[in-house]
C-alpha cells in the first residue's frame, strides 16, 4: 500500500498542471538531497546544472557523473550528468514500471498503473570575479505532452557567505523564483562546516530548505 500511494503521489504532481513537470522536482544531487535541496547558494559542483547554472562558471575540471534513487521502492530515477566549467548537460530519466494497484482494503485490484518520463537540460555560464550567471534550456516528455522550459540563475560569492537566486520557467505564466543562502565557516585547513537555506516558489507558495554539511579531512557528515 505504501509503494502504491507513492507512485500515486507521482502520478497525481505529474497531471496537476503545474508549469514544470515532476521530473524537475526530484533531486539529481545525493550531496544537494542530503542537504534538503538547499543548494542554490552552493552549486560548486556538476549539479549547479539542476539547481542554479551560474554555478557552472565555478568548475574547475571535466565532470561525468551518475545519480540513481529507488523511490518508494519502485520508481527507477537515473541522471546522467557531463560538465565543464561554464557548461553542462544533463539527461534524467524516471520510469515506475509496471505497478499493481490496490483496491480500498489495500488487496490487490488487478489494474496496472504506469508512468514514465525523460528530460534533458543544458547550461551555460560566465562569471566575473566572485559573480556568476547562468542560463539553462531545458525539455521534458512523457506519455501526455512535451515540456520546454528556460530558466536563469545567478551566484554571488562574498568570503564566508555565498548567495544564490533561480528564476525558473521564463516566458510562461507559472514562473517560479528560488533564493538561497549559505554560510562556509572553514575551521582548519581541512575542517569547515556550511549551513545552507534555501526558500522555493518564494512569491507563490514558499517553501523552506535547511541543510547542514560538516567536513572533516575530507569526509563530509550532511543533515
Known amino acids: 500500500m505504501r509503494l502504491f500511494l507513492g507512485v500515486v503521489g507521482?502520478?497525481?504532481?505529474?497531471?496537476?498542471?503545474?508549469?514544470?513537470?515532476?521530473?524537475?522536482?526530484?533531486?539529481?544531487?545525493?550531496?544537494?538531497?542530503?542537504?534538503?535541496?538547499?543548494?542554490?547558494?552552493?552549486?560548486?559542483?556538476?549539479?549547479?546544472?539542476?539547481?542554479?547554472?551560474?554555478?557552472?562558471?565555478?568548475?574547475?575540471?571535466v565532470i561525468l557523473a551518475m545519480f540513481y534513487q529507488r523511490a518508494f521502492e519502485a520508481v527507477h530515477h537515473v541522471a546522467l550528468t557531463g560538465a565543464m566549467r561554464s557548461w553542462g548537460l544533463q539527461l534524467i530519466q524516471i520510469d515506475t514500471g509496471p505497478i499493481e494497484s490496490t483496491n480500498e482494503f489495500g488487496n490487490p485490484s488487478g489494474e496496472l498503473t504506469h508512468y514514465a518520463s525523460h528530460a534533458g537540460l543544458l547550461g551555460v555560464a560566465v562569471g566575473i570575479?566572485?559573480?556568476?550567471?547562468?542560463?539553462?534550456?531545458?525539455?521534458?516528455?512523457?506519455?501526455?505532452?512535451?515540456?520546454?522550459?528556460?530558466?536563469?540563475?545567478?551566484?554571488?560569492?562574498?568570503?564566508?557567505?555565498?548567495l544564490g537566486i533561480v528564476a525558473e520557467n521564463l516566458g510562461s505564466t507559472e514562473i517560479s523564483v528560488?533564493?538561497?543562502?549559505?554560510?562556509?565557516?572553514?575551521?582548519a585547513p581541512r575542517m569547515a562546516l556550511t549551513v545552507a537555506l534555501d526558500v522555493w516558489d518564494i512569491f507563490n507558495h514558499p517553501e523552506m530548505h535547511l541543510g547542514l554539511e560538516a567536513s572533516i579531512n575530507g569526509v563530509q557528515i550532511r543533515a
Do not use: C
Open 10 to 61: 507521482i502520478l497525481v504532481i505529474a497531471v496537476s498542471g503545474n508549469a514544470a513537470p515532476v521530473i524537475f522536482e526530484m533531486g539529481t544531487s545525493a550531496r544537494a538531497v542530503a542537504l534538503g535541496g538547499a543548494f542554490s547558494a552552493l552549486a560548486d559542483d556538476e549539479s549547479a546544472l539542476f539547481y542554479n547554472p551560474a554555478g557552472l562558471a565555478q568548475l574547475r575540471t
Open 129 to 162: 570575479e566572485n559573480f556568476s550567471l547562468g542560463l539553462r534550456g531545458k525539455f521534458s516528455s512523457d506519455d501526455r505532452e512535451t515540456y520546454w522550459g528556460l530558466d536563469v540563475g545567478a551566484l554571488a560569492r562574498l568570503r564566508f557567505v555565498r
Open 178 to 187: 528560488r533564493v538561497g543562502a549559505a554560510f562556509v565557516a572553514p575551521f
